[in-house]
């Protein structure tokens, strides 16, 4: 075989991508808690510079370095802007919650180092690396992918200047940057007449977290049009029955009721 393929055919390899697979597609969804919202962050770490290897193999170093520098950025707000505009394309929803104890998956950058360093002594299972390519291919874009997406298109008005309003959003962390909700606005737009923000929704009547999509629009010289576009949520802790759960209460109706209380309402 060609050694730059025999990286995504060790067990280690494959392994990882499996737990990110059943993370993203199972075990969040049933068990929405610290341990599976830090697995998917531990697994695509570890996997990414390894994958990368495939193409650049005698660049491992920069490739290290490059996706530490990648995770950072997408874990933080600078990335609102990017985001929104991967959404725009079609069958792209992606959304991330800003948590920068996120960051503790860069442990598994020596790893994957070490394990590059050995793939010429490592065992190698019988799998052919165009498989091993594809499928890590689909579990690192998906990572991230939003599931449960709704379509809100809700429109509220308020009297003030947009400028003004983004201001007091960016700076007033007591209400748009707490445990309950956080408030992104894309810094990339504000200088136009339009400004898309994301907010994250973690309050006590949501049985999921809600990640919401939209942005703000000048009316006037005194007035403010906020448009909710959409939002997505994460899983939740109703275990296997969260089918049941789901049905005794209107998803959409509690997630807008909850924007209205700690955002709308605060505005």
Request: hydrophobic share 45%.
């Amino acid at each position: 075989m060609h050694s730059r393929f025999r990286i995504i055919q060790t067990p280690w390899f494959i392994l990882a991508v499996l737990i990110l697979l059943l993370n993203d597609f199972l075990l969040k969804d049933y068990y929405h808690n610290w341990l599976t919202g830090k697995l998917s962050d531990f697994a695509g770490v570890f996997i990414l510079p390894l994958f990368l290897s495939v193409l650049f193999p005698k660049q491992i170093k920069a490739l290290l370095i490059f996706t530490a520098a990648f995770f950072l950025y997408w874990k933080s707000p600078w990335s609102d802007g990017l985001i929104h505009t991967i959404n725009t394309l079609p069958g792209f929803h992606y959304a991330r919650v800003i948590d920068y104890t996120d960051i503790i998956a860069l442990s598994m950058i020596p790893l994957s180092y070490l394990v590059f360093s050995k793939k010429e002594s490592l065992a190698v299972w019988r799998l052919s690396p165009a498989l091993s390519f594809s499928v890590t291919s689909l579990a690192l874009l998906a990572t991230s992918q939003a599931e449960n997406y709704v379509e809100l298109d809700v429109d509220y008005e308020i009297m003030e200047n947009r400028s003004t309003l983004i201001s007091r959003i960016q700076t007033d962390t007591s209400y748009f940057y707490t445990d309950f909700v956080q408030v992104n606005i894309d810094s990339f737009t504000n200088q136009s007449d339009t400004s898309r923000f994301y907010m994250y929704l973690n309050t006590p009547n949501l049985i999921k977290i809600a990640n919401v999509f939209g942005y703000l629009w000048s009316i006037d010289s005194t007035r403010t049009g906020v448009h909710l576009s959409e939002y997505t949520q994460q899983g939740g802790e109703c275990g296997f029955f969260r089918p049941r759960c789901e049905e005794a209460y209107d998803e959409k109706l509690i997630v807008q009721e909850a924007i209205e209380e700690y955002f709308i309402d605060l505005l």
